[in-house]
């Protein structure tokens, strides 16, 4: 028989559906993400159970299954030392001779346009660990980073 006369189903051209990628290495949170995490996974599983469309609740299962994964897998982090960058911190840096000011936090409560950074985004992976008045290579360039102030973040502690 002809593949023209052959009835296709609609599923054969549909994009298969994966899962959402969990981020690679520890789930490093604050209090605050931990907080993030627990609403979206309760906002989640009442949307689910509300959702008569079947199409539309297999996405939010699927959204439900990664929130709900990275609450089970969450390790809230301990409030940061003074002086010392951690996750948590909130640290005035100078880069290019230009100050800034960002507050270090986990994957899921990252919002850059906030201040708030990922401890895995490469301006959070270059300031880990390190302390007020210390310089640090960041893009190649050794001493690129001098660390000004880092305290702990009362608002991502909370």
Request: proline residues 6%; glycine residues 8%; hydrophobic residues 40%.
């Amino acid at each position: 028989m002809s593949v023209a006369f052959r009835r296709e189903s609609d599923d054969e051209h549909k994009e298969p559906e994966f899962e959402l990628p969990i981020p690679l290495g520890a789930n490093l949170v604050t209090p605050r993400g931990l907080r993030l995490l627990c609403d979206e996974v309760a906002r989640l599983e009442a949307a689910v159970a509300a959702e008569s469309d079947e199409a539309a609740r297999k996405k939010l299962q699927r959204q439900l299954r990664y929130f709900g994964t990275r609450k089970s897998t969450a390790d809230v982090q301990p409030p940061p030392a003074d002086g010392v960058v951690g996750v948590g911190s909130c640290v005035r840096y100078r880069l290019h001779g230009a100050e800034k000011k960002i507050t270090i936090v986990g994957h899921d409560e990252a919002d850059p346009a906030a201040g708030l950074i990922a401890f895995s985004a490469p301006i959070g992976r270059a300031l880990m660990g390190a302390e007020v008045g210390e310089l640090v290579a960041f893009q190649g360039v050794d001493d690129a980073i001098m660390v000004l102030a880092a305290t702990s973040d009362t608002k991502v502690q909370a």
